[in-house]
């Protein structure tokens, strides 16, 4: 039931009143200046699926920053941002909402995974170069046509049929983050490439375009995936389509025990998120540990680097695996609470859901989960200024103290903030008794 080709009244039935008239006063803005302009890319497929979208993507066939100029004439309190070189400018309404406005361009590529070199062209230059049909679609916004749906290349049919599909065979090959693409729409639509698709993305890799694209740009895609709620379904994607290798800079060493630390890894964060505070852990760092945790350091450390990792990310992540291997073979075995509690205390909260997801075995689970429930982040009853006025004196003797009592409340032997305070005035006596 995907509706109509003229799209006006699901547009205000579903973006509501304010964002059709947005919508409409630029097409009559355009038509003033014998500019057409379409709605294009990701909003229309939105808007087709019944969801809601975020930035509005508009394609001018013309310069489109004359184009917001003669919006901005019209309709005060919009700010116009434009970058003459790309030929693009931001319209931004006094509410935030954000339009994006493109001349429509025929991209050429200098060489395969580059970025594109822009020329001008019509809508359907411009929709022929995009990644999919579902977001090869356009609505026009002129005054005349207001809605009408354009969709030279079947997209509204593969919205139907449920399927990814590029638009010319040499696509993969101009820009190999689509292939990550196709499995980011896989997962989050719970679409399915079509088999052309499919073995055209194979070919490519073969091929061995991946070489030619920056590890941060592979990054930026891949931790999309990574975040998704779908990413289960993605993790599962790049396995069955062999993307190990060029992800980790090597192939993966066991490709199923790859795949099933990466299901364990999902499992564990959605544990996390349901008992704890979700933000202290981010899904893409979780699941990064796991893709890397068995590289050589050297191998990792590269990878951090192609990859632009920020700095501070990158030197947990690297503390945490250095750890990882050695903890996930000594918690196959039962540690007394003080020991494990050090073995665990330098790693990253990250690093714990990763270590979790590392093996199968369930005493090194249950130990892990139970640190973190009890004693990740612990809460000392006292502080240095406590200590202070229970006449601990300045300088190292707090600190000691300090690691005194956190053995203390790991091993269950204090509390409360009574019984340590008897226990440090007691040890302080027997000092000043036997220095
Ligand atoms: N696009 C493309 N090739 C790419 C990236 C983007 O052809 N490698 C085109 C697609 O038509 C896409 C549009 O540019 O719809 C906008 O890209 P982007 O904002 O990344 O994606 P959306 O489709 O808007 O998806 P999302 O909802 O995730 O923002």
Not at 79 to 103: C, K, Q, W, Y
Not at 355 to 376: G, K, P
């Amino acid at each position: 039931p995907l509706g109509p080709r003229n799209l006006a009244r699901r547009l205000r039935g579903q973006w509501g009143e304010r964002r059709t008239r947005r919508l409409r006063e630029l097409g009559q803005a355009a038509a003033e200046i014998d500019l057409r302009a379409y709605l294009v890319g990701g909003s229309v497929r939105d808007l087709l699926l019944n969801q809601s979208t975020q930035d509005l993507d508009v394609v001018v066939e013309g310069a489109a920053p004359a184009l917001a100029r003669r919006l901005q004439e019209r309709t005060p309190g919009v700010r116009v941002v434009t970058h003459a070189a790309f030929g693009t400018a931001t319209l931004i309404f006094p509410d935030g909402e954000r339009l994006d406005l493109a001349s429509s361009r025929v991209e050429h590529y200098a060489a395969p995974a580059a970025l594109p070199m822009i020329e001008l062209g019509g809508i359907h230059a411009d929709l022929w170069r995009r990644d999919f049909t579902i977001n090869a679609m356009a609505m026009d916004i002129h005054p005349a046509r207001f809605g009408d749906l354009l969709d030279p290349y079947h997209g509204l049919t593969d919205l139907r049929e449920r399927r990814i599909r590029i638009l010319h065979s040499l696509s993969f090959v101009e820009d190999p983050t689509r292939i990550l693409r196709a499995v980011r729409f896989e997962a989050r639509l719970g679409f399915c490439m079509d088999e052309q698709s499919q073995r055209l993305a194979l070919n490519a890799l073969h091929l061995g375009v991946f070489e030619q694209l920056s590890g941060a740009r592979l990054w930026r895609e891949l931790r999309y995936l990574f975040d998704l709620p779908q990413a289960a379904a993605a993790w599962e994607r790049l396995g069955r389509l062999h993307l190990w290798t060029v992800l980790r800079g090597e192939p993966a060493k066991d490709p199923t025990l790859l795949l099933a630390r990466g299901k364990r890894a999902l499992e564990m964060l959605q544990w996390y998120h349901l008992l704890f505070r979700p933000e202290a852990v981010r899904p893409w760092a979780v699941l990064l540990r796991v893709l890397l945790g068995d590289l050589a350091e050297p191998a990792l450390r590269r990878r951090l680097h192609e990859f632009q990792l920020a700095a501070r990310d990158a030197s947990v992540l690297l503390a945490d695996l250095r750890q990882l291997r050695p903890l996930a073979q000594r918690l196959r075995e039962r540690l007394e609470p003080w020991p494990r509690y050090q073995a665990l205390a330098p790693v990253s909260l990250e690093g714990l859901l990763a270590l979790m997801a590392w093996s199968d075995n369930e005493l090194l689970r249950e130990q892990v989960s139970d640190y973190i429930q009890h004693q990740y982040d612990l809460a000392l009853p006292l502080d240095g200024a406590d200590l202070l006025a229970l006449g601990v004196p300045q300088g190292p003797r707090i600190g000691e103290w300090l690691q005194w009592l956190r053995r203390a409340v790991v091993e269950g032997r204090v509390q409360d903030r009574e019984t340590a305070q008897r226990w440090i005035r007691q040890g302080l006596q027997q000092e000043t008794q036997s220095p």
